[in-house]
Each structure stands twice: as C-alpha cells, then as structure tokens.
C-alpha cells in the first residue's frame, strides 16, 4: 500500500499561484508514476498532470499546460504541483494519485491505484 496526503491548496484570486504538494508513504518502492486530477462539484474526475517516478515522462492537460507545471523529489517521495495564472474554473478538490502498473494509461483515473484525500482549490474572480 501507498498513502498519499496533499497539501497547499486554499483561496486564491484569478491570476494568483499556488503550489501543492503530495507526500508518498509506504511502499514506495512501488510507484511507476504519480498524477494529478482535480474534481469540481458536479463535474468528472479530471486528469491534470502525471510524471514517471523513475523517468523522464511527463504528461498534461491540454487546460493547463502552460500554466500548471508537475514535478518530484524522489529523495522525499514528493510529487508537487506548481499553479500559475490560476481561473475561477480551477476551482476544485485536487487529488494526487500513484500508479504501480507500467502499462495503463497515463490520462485515466482508473489507472491509479492509490489516492490522497484531496486538498481544496478555490480561485475567486
């Protein structure tokens, strides 16, 4: 088993940045990669971001690439999600997420085996 806990996450004005963070726990040895999703009321579980724990794939969405940049210090198990330029439309619980399997697809939920307990994003106009 992997645990994860996010924090950063809070009340920012558009525009403003914000910077999270995922700290992994457990079998650690484990992890293939680590992700990103955020989910708004309402909404689908939306992927963001996913980084290779032990390579140089890096993955993002079309609505934040440019603005959201993912990376990680394996040394601490941390994977960290710099925000910029942040939109009302960013408002949403925001998830980090671990992937054991080598072979699943990087932009899907359900290729994730262990979630955080999501941290709270809230953008005002």
């Known amino acids: 088993q992997v645990q994860l806990v996010e924090s950063g996450g809070g009340l920012v004005q558009a525009g403003g940045s914000l910077r999270l963070s995922c700290a992994a726990s457990?079998?650690?040895?484990?992890?293939?990669?680590m992700g990103w999703f955020r989910q708004a009321p309402g909404k689908e579980r939306e992927f963001l971001a996913a980084i290779q724990w032990s390579g140089s794939f890096i993955y993002y969405a079309d609505s934040v690439k440019g603005r959201f940049t993912i990376s990680r210090d394996n040394a601490k198990n941390m994977v960290y999600l710099q925000m910029n330029s942040l939109k009302p439309e960013d408002t949403a619980v925001y998830y980090c997420?671990?992937?054991?399997?080598?072979?699943?697809?990087?932009?899907?939920?359900?290729?994730?085996?262990?979630w955080g307990q999501g941290t709270q994003v809230t953008v005002s106009s």
């Open positions: 457990g079998r650690t040895f484990s992890i293939y990669a």
């Open positions: 997420a671990v992937r054991v399997r080598p072979n699943s697809d990087y932009f899907s939920s359900a290729s994730y085996d262990y």
